[in-house]
């Protein structure tokens, strides 16, 4: 099912940053674990970082760590990915995934969005 929606991407200069939301269409994300991945051109999607939202756990894979941070409102209406000193490398199409439970797994997410286009420059 298709029914989160993204937000915040774009065009950015290597080293700068951006923020990027996740939206149940304005409802509080009725998953636990709210997940980012991303798919750049002519690679497989992968995770870059998720969390749980009742237990506050959250992953990063490892070029992200350190750089991004994954967070939530307290009305669990909304979830943040803040990407900073990003590098060429990050550009991608960035979608998140809602589920039961925090995996890097993408088939374990019931719930998922269109993407967003995030592109970084030179």
């Known amino acids: 099912q298709m029914e989160l929606v993204e937000s915040g991407g774009g065009p950015v200069q290597a080293g700068g940053s951006l923020r990027l939301s996740c939206s149940h269409a304005?409802?509080?994300?009725?998953?636990?674990?709210v997940s980012w991945f991303r798919q750049a051109p002519g690679k497989e999607r992968e995770f870059v970082a998720g969390?749980?939202?009742?237990?506050?756990?959250?992953a990063y894979t490892a070029s992200a760590k350190g750089r991004f941070t994954i967070s939530g409102d307290a009305d669990r209406k909304t979830v943040f990915l803040q990407m900073n000193k990003l590098t060429p490398e990050d550009t991608a199409v960035y979608s998140c995934?809602?589920?039961?439970?925090?995996?890097?797994?993408?088939?374990?997410?019931?719930?998922w969005g269109h993407g967003i286009q995030v592109t970084v420059s030179t």
């Open positions: 969390m749980s939202l009742s237990e506050g756990t959250t």
């Open positions: 995934r809602a589920g039961g439970i925090l995996d890097r797994r993408e088939r374990m997410y019931a719930f």
């Open positions: 304005g409802r509080a994300f009725i998953s636990d674990a």
